[in-house]
Each structure stands twice: as C-alpha cells, then as structure tokens.
C-alpha cells in the first residue's frame, strides 16, 4: 500500500518563482493537513481539509494556498516563493474516526529550498 | 496558540543505556501521543494516551499521560541503533481539530 505520497521530494527554487506540492493518499481518509518542519520548531501545521471541498488555514498560512481536488488529493501552492520557505513540507492524513485519536499517517516529506 | 515544551532537544547515549524525553504544557490536552519521525522519513506513531495517569507500553517504549493532562514522558528501554531518528509528542485538547506538536527530541545511538 502507497498510503500517503507527495512529490516532488526535493525541489530549488529561485525568490518569486511558483510552484506546487502534490499529496496524494489512498487510505479513503477524510481529513488532510499540510505541515512543515524547520529545526528546533517541530511540525506546524499551514492548512487542513477536514472533508472533501473544505479548506481551513493552520498556525502558519500567509504565503501559502491549498485545494482539495478530490477525496485523495491536497494540494499546496507557493505564489511567490520566499527564502523563509525554505522548509520541509509534510502532507499528512487521517480519517474522521482517527482525528479523535490524534494518529496522523504521514508522507515521506518534499524538501524545499528558496534561493 | 497552545505550545509543547519538549526536553532535552537532543540526546546522544549509548547502546543498551535507558532513555527518558518528557512534554510539558500550559494547556490542557485530552489525548497526548508520541511519533518518531526516522531520518528522511515522515513521523510515525508511537504510543497513544486517551487518560490521565494512563502508563501505556510498546515493546521497549513506555509513556505515561500526566496526571494534571498538562504532561507526558516517554521512556525507551535498552537502546538499540535503530532508534535513532527525532521524537515528537503531541497533544490533542477537546475543542481542537488538529495536532499540537513539540518541537522534537533528536536521538542519537552510539555503539
């Protein structure tokens, strides 16, 4: 089983360039969330989509857009790429029933790097 | 927002030698957990707490959800290299719809 897969795993970009992270999951889960992971801050969450065609912004959203295109897939988009987003970025996932128990299955993270 | 405090940001110990890393918060939470995220890999889940003063174990692991629900420890027995990599406690408080994280434990497993 694939579980949670985003891409691209490693990506350069230049100030000012665009782009966006896939995340895809085929566990049927409802709800799923986009964090990113800087040293000695641990995981902060930037957007999640508790269901189909909802979308709600987490602890650090400016910079960043998401949409939900279907069931399996949650997508984030840098506008405007800063070097403060240098960053890795987790998609993660749960289901309905799961969110109640806190267990989040992660992917295998998409490192960035903003020159 | 709610913070975790987690201590001691890395550890470096030797094989076969006890571990212990703890959480602390301001806020109460519901539901404490802890992952361990593996070099070049996403977090995964540990032990799960649904109650306070609850003592869960895993194989080596042992946690343990604070009485005052505003603490938790984890304990690894016996080290071995493969526990290497970065743990992360998490808490979950009633009204929230997502995860707050601590802002990880980087261990390091010397031979």
């Known amino acids: 089983n694939a579980g949670v897969t985003q891409t691209p795993k490693f990506q350069v970009l230049k100030t000012g360039q665009s782009m966006t992270l896939q995340c895809a999951q085929d566990?049927?889960?409802?709800?799923m969330y986009w964090y990113r992971q800087d040293p000695g801050m641990g995981l902060r969450l930037i957007y999640y989509?508790?269901?189909?065609?909802?979308?709600d912004k987490g602890e650090v959203p400016n910079g960043y857009n998401v949409s939900r295109l279907n069931k399996r897939e949650f997508s984030l988009r840098l506008e405007s790429a800063a070097p403060s987003q240098t960053s890795v970025y987790f998609c993660?996932?749960?289901?309905?029933?799961?969110?109640?128990?806190?267990?989040?299955?992660f992917g295998e993270g998409s490192r960035l790097t903003v020159l | 927002g709610q913070q975790l405090n987690q201590s001691p940001q890395s550890m470096f110990i030797q094989e076969g030698e006890d571990v212990s890393m703890n959480c602390t918060s301001s806020?109460?939470?519901?539901?404490w957990l802890w992952y361990k995220q593996d070099p070049g890999e996403g977090p995964v889940l540990l032990i799960a707490?649904?109650?306070?003063?609850e003592l869960t174990s895993n194989g080596r692991l042992t946690a343990q959800f604070g009485i005052t629900r505003k603490d938790s420890f984890l304990n690894i027995s016996a080290s071995i290299p493969s526990d290497v990599g970065i743990y992360f406690c998490?808490?979950?408080?009633?009204?929230?719809?997502?995860?707050?994280f601590g802002s990880g434990t980087q261990l390091t497993v010397l031979p």
């Open positions: 806020s109460i939470f519901n539901t």
């Open positions: 707490l649904y109650k306070a003063g």
């Open positions: 998490a808490g979950l408080s009633g009204s929230a719809r997502q995860l707050t």
């Open positions: 989509s508790a269901s189909e065609g909802t979308t």
């Open positions: 566990m049927n889960h409802n709800s």
């Open positions: 993660a996932s749960t289901s309905g029933h799961r969110m109640n128990t806190g267990e989040l299955f």
